[in-house]
C-alpha cells in the first residue's frame, strides 16, 4: 500500500498502454473487497483506494456530501497521473462514481456501477434509516450480523469462514463515527440528485438478483436514465456479490469493456 500526499491510503499497479480500471469500495469496508476481482483483471491497469474515514486512508469526510469524496479522487489521480479511466464503485462507491462522473465526465470513459441504489421507495429508504438508528444507538453487533445476513448467503459464509473473519474484522476496527458520517451519507443519497441523461459515457449498472438494498429494478431504471447505459443481474448474488460471485461481476465487466472497446 502507499499513501499520497493527501493521506489516501492506495494500491496502484500500472500496465503500459492500458486505461487504468479504479474500483471504489462500499460504506464500511476498504479497498481489500476488491482483492478477488483484481486476479481476473491481470494485464490491465489496476487502481485500488480506501475512502475518506476508510481503512487507512486518515482524513474523515467531514461534511454529508458527496463533494469530498469526488475531490479526494480527483486529488488522487492528478497525483499518479491519470487523466481518463474505467470508474467502478460499489454500493457507497457507486454513488461516488455517479457523482465523480458527473462532475468530471471527460475523465471517465466508462462506468460501472455497482450494487448501488436508485430511486428507493419510501419503504426501503425507512429500512436504512433504521439501521442508521440502530448505529447511532451503539448496536454494533446488530449491524453487523444484519449485514451479513443481506451481503451474503448462507451457504457462502459456512463454506468461507474467512470471508466472514474478514468482513467482521474490518467492521469491528471502523471508527463509530466516521462510519455513520458515511453511513448517513448513504441513506439519504436522493438528496443528492445527479442527472442521469448528463451521463454520456457507456456505462454497465450491475446488481445480484438477491440485492435487498439495491435491487434489480433499481439497476433496471437507472440505466434506463441514462443515454447509453446496459443493465445486467447477476444469479446467486446478494449485496457482496463482487466476493461471492466475483467471477460473474469480473467476466461482466470485461466482456463490457471489450464490447466498448477499453
Known amino acids: 500500500m502507499s499513501i499520497d500526499g493527501h493521506g489516501t491510503s492506495f494500491q496502484y499497479s500500472e500496465v503500459t498502454g492500458t486505461t487504468p480500471i479504479v ?27 480506501d475512502l475518506l474515514g476508510h481503512g487507512e486512508t486518515s482524513l474523515a469526510l467531514g461534511a454529508q456530501s458527496f463533494q469530498p469524496f469526488v475531490d479526494q479522487l480527483h486529488g488522487l489521480l492528478q497525483g499518479l497521473g491519470i487523466p481518463e479511466m474505467v470508474l467502478a464503485g460499489f454500493s457507497l462507491g457507486g454513488q ?4 465523480f462522473a458527473s462532475s468530471h465526465p471527460d475523465m471517465v470513459r466508462a462506468l460501472v456501477v455497482i450494487s448501488a441504489t436508485y430511486q428507493r421507495t419510501p419503504e426501503e429508504r425507512e429500512a ?3 439501521r442508521v438508528r440502530q448505529a ?4 454494533q453487533q446488530g449491524l453487523q450480523d444484519a449485514a451479513l445476513q443481506r ?14 473473519r474478514q468482513i467482521t474484522a474490518r467492521l469491528r476496527n471502523n471508527d463509530p463515527a466516521r462510519f455513520l458520517e458515511s453511513y ?42 441514462m443515454p447509453n447505459a446496459q443493465a445486467k443481474i447477476i444469479q446467486g448474488a446478494k449485496h457482496l456479490g463482487i466476493i461471492e460471485e466475483h467471477r460473474q461481476f469480473s467476466d461482466a465487466v470485461i466482456r463490457f469493456l471489450a464490447a466498448s472497446e477499453i
Open 184 to 225: 448517513e451519507l448513504l441513506s439519504n443519497a436522493e438528496e443528492h440528485p445527479l442527472d442521469y441523461g448528463s451521463l454520456p459515457m457507456p456505462t454497465l449498472v450491475l446488481t445480484g438478483v438477491g440485492d435487498p438494498g439495491s435491487t434489480p429494478r433499481m439497476a433496471a431504471e437507472m440505466a434506463q436514465a
Open 151 to 164: 451481503w451474503f448467503s448462507p451457504g457462502f459464509l459456512a463454506a468461507n469462514p474467512d470471508v466472514e
Open 136 to 139: 447511532k444507538d451503539g448496536d
Open 96 to 99: 461516488v462514481a455517479k457523482h
Open 23 to 49: 474500483f471504489v469500495h462500499g460504506v464500511g469496508l476498504d479497498q481489500d473487497i476488491w482483492r478477488l476481482m483484481l486476479a481476473e483483471f491481470t494485464g490491465r491497469s489496476t487502481l485500488t483506494y
Open 128 to 130: 436504512m434509516h433504521r
